[in-house]
């Protein structure tokens, strides 16, 4: 018995002796629930990095929004070493819940026998689970929150199994290693598992919360249901920012299923106004243009409202392209900490490079034809080509030509460039984002940075030659 679930049976114990069966029930349900999710935290934090991609593609799609039952589907593909689901009265009191839930308090007509009957219910299903020989869940577990470090030692919080309260706690950095501002459980054998991102616990053990679902994936934003009172609780988690199938140190697999390459941001902390979702409009909408180019002055933030624009894409939870591609020719960079320019040296500087660079991504091959890219059927694959002027005029000459051989139905290509004098094709210009209009003028911030953002659009049709 661990902390939270003793402070559940303590809430049990007074509503049977003032006979509310009512709320008996809304606390039966919320200790099995806690049960699940305490399991779903125990095998998730052991078991992801174990599965493999159909498993983790599943697993990635269910917990997002998950029901009670894909809380059990996704407990079981993570259980790879069946050390739940092999013990029988425990999978049968896991697999049979949903079912009691939704049966039980959800039928048509609720007469007086009903409490009875769910609690009766609610309670062998309990049973089982404290039936079986699991030490997570029979053993006495204190809850370990931890809030910094001192010198070789963690400090935190400790919630002791018996429900009494909470004291200080310490561990030597040489006994294990934990995550700032995660929970913990701590077990008799004295070991310890992570429950964090699926349960909280704040306010000093006087506000405990389960997880219900991912709120905002971009941010990894989790929403909690507290237990014993009504409330809900939100918190970010990095770790969950980007659910990755996928990653083989060349491309990334997200959990909606689109694959991108893998590159460096150069951004921390994004924040724009306007611009970002013109660009996505154009992505997703535009059916008639293959090609946008984004012009603005070199440190205004095209290159990283691009990135951020590929995160989005590759985060929501539809999937509009099977393929992301960053590709930069960008051959330097200032460093805004040392105040220098840096060389870059791992950038595509002809339009044999870039060709490579697609082909690699999307055929796993290091091939500079251009064709299989030109011809690529029943797939969408969005390109971007990251400061196009450093290119010679010769291999300027060569992208373009090969861009416009390509299908608005299956491409989509964004240029950015720092020159004005840069049209390529047939060139779009919305009312918003010209000069005309200084009413509507786009504002984009990049860290404590704030600088007027003027770009072009320019459009190849699909077909056409520039």
Not at 8 to 17: A, E, G, H, K, P
Not at 320 to 330: E, G, M, N, P
Not at 343 to 356: P, V
Not at 393 to 401: G, Q
Request: aromatic share 12%.
């Amino acid at each position: 018995m661990d902390y939270i679930r003793k402070q559940i049976d303590q809430r049990i114990d007074f509503l049977q002796t003032m006979g509310d069966k009512n709320a008996l029930n809304q606390h039966f349900q919320a200790r099995f629930e806690y049960v699940l999710v305490y399991l779903l935290a125990y095998l998730w934090n052991k078991n992801l990095d174990e599965l493999d991609y159909e498993d983790k593609e599943f697993v990635f799609q269910s917990v997002i929004k998950p029901t009670i039952g894909s809380i059990v589907g996704i407990c079981r593909k993570l259980d790879t070493e069946k050390e739940i689901f092999k013990k029988s009265k425990l999978s049968q009191a896991l697999d049979k819940y949903p079912s009691v839930r939704n049966e039980l308090p959800g039928h048509g007509f609720v007469y007086e026998d009903a409490p009875e009957k769910l609690l009766s219910a609610l309670q062998e299903l309990y049973d089982f689970v404290l039936a079986e020989d699991l030490p997570i869940l029979k053993d006495n577990v204190d809850l370990v929150y931890v809030t910094n470090t001192e010198n070789t030692t963690y400090k935190g919080i400790l919630y002791k199994s018996d429900g009494a309260g909470y004291a200080p706690w310490s561990c030597p950095k040489t006994i294990g290693s934990f995550e700032l501002g995660s929970l913990y459980a701590s077990t008799e054998s004295n070991t310890y598992f992570r429950l964090s991102p699926f349960i909280e616990i704040t306010f000093y053990g006087n506000e405990l919360y389960f997880f219900n679902s991912i709120d905002e994936k971009l941010l990894g934003k989790v929403k909690y249901n507290r237990l014993l009172v009504t409330g809900i609780y939100f918190k970010e988690w990095d770790e969950l920012c980007e659910l990755d199938v996928t990653n083989d140190g060349v491309k990334v697999k997200s959990h909606n299923g689109t694959i991108r390459n893998i590159y460096e941001n150069n951004y921390r902390k994004y924040i724009d106004i306007g611009i970002k979702g013109k660009l996505k409009t154009f992505l997703i909408r535009n059916n008639a243009f293959v090609c946008a180019t984004v012009w603005g002055h070199g440190g205004v933030g095209k290159t990283a409202t691009i990135q951020s624009l590929c995160e989005d894409l590759a985060n929501d939870e539809k999937k509009v392209f099977d393929y992301i591609i960053f590709l930069s020719a960008k051959d330097r960079k200032y460093d805004y900490y040392t105040g220098k320019i840096e060389e870059i040296t791992d950038r595509i500087a002809t339009f044999s490079d870039l060709i490579k660079g697609v082909n690699k991504i999307l055929f796993n091959t290091e091939s500079d034809d251009p064709k299989q890219i030109i011809q690529i059927d029943g797939k969408k694959v969005f390109l971007v080509v990251d400061d196009f002027e450093t290119f010679p005029k010769e291999e300027k000459d060569k992208i373009v030509e090969f861009i416009s051989e390509l299908n608005t139905n299956h491409h989509k290509v964004i240029i950015t460039t720092r020159a004005a004098n840069i049209n390529i094709g047939q060139e779009f210009q919305t009312n918003e984002l010209t000069e005309q209009v200084p009413d509507q003028e786009i504002i984009y911030m990049i860290y404590k940075k704030s600088e007027p953002l003027n770009l072009t659009f320019y459009f190849i049709p699909s077909g056409t030659a520039a």
